[in-house]
């Protein structure tokens, strides 16, 4: 579904990817592993479109999508989670998932709104319940949920989820990578997922990809680089 062949990033002088190339398969989820400088976060807004690289492609089902603006990619299917949740906060819960229909036209986005905040609350139920509240009330786990809720609201083929565990405790972070293996589980949803917490992501994870310094240091099934004590010591703190 995904071919990332070559890519280089740099800010300045500092190289942030290196000839990066990996393929995420769809309907699987691809964790992307390494400690903090090793380029995850950057791998995730060059495929969106937010930075440039300097060289190599972004190919998503056979059509080269390094030169798209971000709306293009989101038309595509790329939808994105940053890190640090981005919702906004004045707004309500409901409100905010309204946001992830808004790029579609009118009248596909009545036709396909309500379905996708159904799903959305069902999938959350602790949205559901404080759907007419504004975001600032909510935890930062809810936050979390809102943050992904609303990415699903535009029908993704492609989620890029970075660093959904940061700051919160691990029962919450175990719903919400329940969710993640539900959704392509029962949906085929393709998922490529940054994560610090390499143990949590490599347990819901089909593959995995470890970064050092911009480039690949390895990349198998999940459950050989859980084994893998070498990789583990050396890159993923655990």
């Known amino acids: 579904m995904l071919e990332i062949d070559g890519l280089a990033v740099r800010y300045g002088m500092v190289r942030a990817l290196d000839e990066v190339s990996l393929t995420v398969d769809q309907g699987s989820i691809t964790a992307v592993l390494g400690a903090n400088g090793a380029g995850k976060t950057t791998l995730l807004r060059a495929v969106h479109g937010l930075v440039r690289p300097r060289a190599g492609r972004i190919v998503l089902d056979g059509e080269d999508i390094t030169p798209l603006p971000v709306e293009d990619a989101v038309r595509r299917g790329l939808a994105h989670v940053p890190e640090g949740r981005g919702v906004i906060t004045e707004l309500s819960v409901h409100d905010n998932l309204r946001l992830g229909g808004l790029w579609r036209g009118r009248a596909e986005r009545r036709a ?91 347990s819901v994870a089909d593959h995995g990809v470890v970064l050092n310094l911009g480039r690949v240091v390895a990349a198998d099934a999940a459950a050989r680089l859980a084994t893998a004590d070498d990789l583990r010591h050396a890159y993923l703190g655990f």
């Open 112 to 202: 396909r709104l309500g379905e996708g905040l159904d799903e959305v609350y069902g999938l959350f139920p602790a949205l559901a319940e404080r759907r007419a509240r504004p975001a600032e009330t909510l935890s930062g786990g809810e936050r979390q949920m809102l943050a992904i809720g609303r990415a699903l609201i535009t029908r993704p083929r492609l989620l890029l989820l970075d660093e959904p565990s940061l700051g919160l405790a691990p029962r919450v972070t175990a719903q919400i990578l329940a969710v993640l293996r539900e959704l392509r589980d029962r949906q085929g949803l393709t998922v490529l997922l940054v994560e610090q917490n390499a143990r949590s992501a490599l």
